[in-house]
């Protein structure tokens, strides 16, 4: 199973929107509404920000939103702050034959 | 309060067995639905989904890494183990045990700290 595919970097200034893509195949984001994404800042474990795709856990800031087409996903920031400074991860199932779940690439967020 | 950690050896030779147990806390590993993922993270790489066990006892696993794999657990002691065998130094990461609250969708809701495996002779 391939990772899902990120852009290495996104950069914005406070206060700007940025989006970061995250594209599979048919056999994983296209097939299923089961993309997550997480906010990892360094030394620390990863925090789930967006599941099913477009859905915000209790506590997270709604600047963060979540939406698909076909098979590519993307996580929208907006009113970048300096605490989005972070790597972020998309995940989707992939269940072709059994449970299974691919991790992205990963983005490195820069405030500038 | 939702809590998992993490522990187990954090250095292990090549080709030896690791085996890493999770502690969870604030939630039951018999709640229906309620499952536990292992992930991992070589230093400076992207996460890496391992195996998932689920309330009843159903194991999942990487496709690539299956064959090494085994997830358990025991509801008693609320912990959720992971073997991996024949330990290579590529297998070098941090290890994360993760709590979904179903086996598809939902996400990864709450994680352990992380353990980090060195495999080196």
């Known amino acids: ?112 | 309060q939702v809590t998992l950690r993490e522990s187990g050896p954090a250095l292990v030779k090549p080709t030896q067995t690791l085996t890493l147990t999770c502690t969870v806390s604030g939630f039951s590993l018999s709640t229906s639905g309620m499952c536990v993922s292992w992930i991992r993270q070589p230093p400076g790489k992207a996460l890496e989904w391992l195996a998932l066990i689920d309330w009843d006892d159903d194991e999942y696993y990487s496709t690539s890494l299956k064959t090494r794999l085994t997830i358990s657990k025991d509801t008693s002691k609320n912990q959720v183990v992971l073997r991996m065998t024949n330990m290579d130094p590529v297998d070098t990461a941090t290890y994360y045990c993760a709590r979904k609250m179903t086996a598809v969708g939902t996400g990864f809701d709450y994680w352990g700290q992380g353990t980090l495996v060195t495999v080196s002779s």
């Open chain 1, 1 to 112: 199973q391939s990772a899902l595919t990120q852009p290495a970097s996104v950069s914005g200034s406070p206060g700007q929107s940025i989006t970061i893509s995250c594209t599979g195949t048919s056999s994983d984001v296209g097939d299923y509404n089961y993309v997550s994404w997480y906010q990892q800042h360094p030394g620390k474990a990863p925090k789930l920000i967006i599941y099913d795709v477009t859905n915000r856990p209790s506590g997270v800031s709604n600047r963060f939103s979540g939406s698909k087409s076909g098979n590519t996903a993307s996580l929208t920031i907006s009113g970048l702050q300096p605490v989005d400074e972070a790597d972020y991860y998309c995940t989707s199932y992939t269940g072709s034959s059994t449970l299974d779940y691919v991790f992205g690439t990963g983005t490195k967020v820069t405030v500038l």
